[in-house]
């Protein structure tokens, strides 16, 4: 006998139709409000507030490597920096934030909502540019559970993560963090001069309560030793529900 619940609904001619969303409503665009985390804060971005710094964390890098795969950048001097952010990081979408160090208080990356569309529940996250003070720290990690915790308290439905299919460093962090593949676009996107195939995942409302359960754990201190190593992976404490 067929499971009632993995039956699909048919509507009166006969048709699957899915699922009803009867208690469901639209939730609000983002309000601009600081997410406040145990290792950084995640702050609206402001050229004024923010810019020196990001730039000066960005300088870090020996190389141009953190660029590749963005859209925007690299750029030759701040002053270039700072007319790109004040270009295109003030509208509503993409909404644009800081993370901030704590307890330096400094801001050491960039990360984004994009395509954000109540009407159906479904948001972005992306544009991400972490500073090497940043990158692979438990606060990278903390920065993508507030945007990803804000974003399903505001009760959107769906969380996604795109990328070039070539960005090897982005499809693993994509992976680790809870995302299912969904699929590849093919030639998707021109930028740079170049051709994009983006990689497509996402996590939905339904698997949030697990994936936030292993944040929660992994990001608690009793998880690093006095070096600062995990102890547990996101991915044991995902498995271990």
Request: glycine share 8%; charged share 20%.
């Amino acid at each position: 006998m067929a499971d009632p619940s993995t039956t699909p609904r048919t509507n009166a001619l006969g048709q699957p139709i899915g699922a009803a969303l009867d208690d469901w409503e639209a939730p609000p665009h983002p309000p601009r409000t600081t997410l406040h985390g145990h290792y950084c804060d995640v702050e609206p971005l402001e050229p004024d507030r923010h810019a020196v710094e990001l730039h000066a964390a960005n300088s870090l890098s020996p190389d141009d490597r953190l660029w590749t795969y963005l859209g925007c950048g690299p750029f030759e001097s701040f002053d270039d920096y700072r007319g790109w952010m004040l270009g295109a990081c003030l509208g509503d979408d993409p909404q644009f934030y800081a993370i901030v160090e704590k307890p330096t208080g400094e801001p050491i990356g960039v990360a984004s909502y994009l395509r954000i569309t109540p009407a159906v529940g479904s948001i972005e996250v992306g544009n991400l540019c972490f500073s090497s003070r940043l990158s692979q720290r438990p606060a990278a990690t903390e920065a993508m559970y507030l945007l990803m915790r804000n974003a399903f308290d505001l009760g959107y439905r769906r969380y996604e993560w795109k990328c070039d299919s070539l960005n090897a460093p982005s499809r693993s962090a994509a992976e680790r963090l809870g995302f299912v593949y969904e699929g590849l676009f093919r030639q998707a996107i021109v930028y740079k001069g170049r051709n994009r195939d983006t990689a497509w995942y996402a996590i939905i409302d339904q698997e949030w309560p697990t994936v936030s359960s292993a944040f929660e754990r992994w990001l608690s201190p009793e998880n690093f030793d006095d070096s600062g190593t995990q102890r547990h992976s996101l991915a044991a404490l995902r498995a271990s529900g």
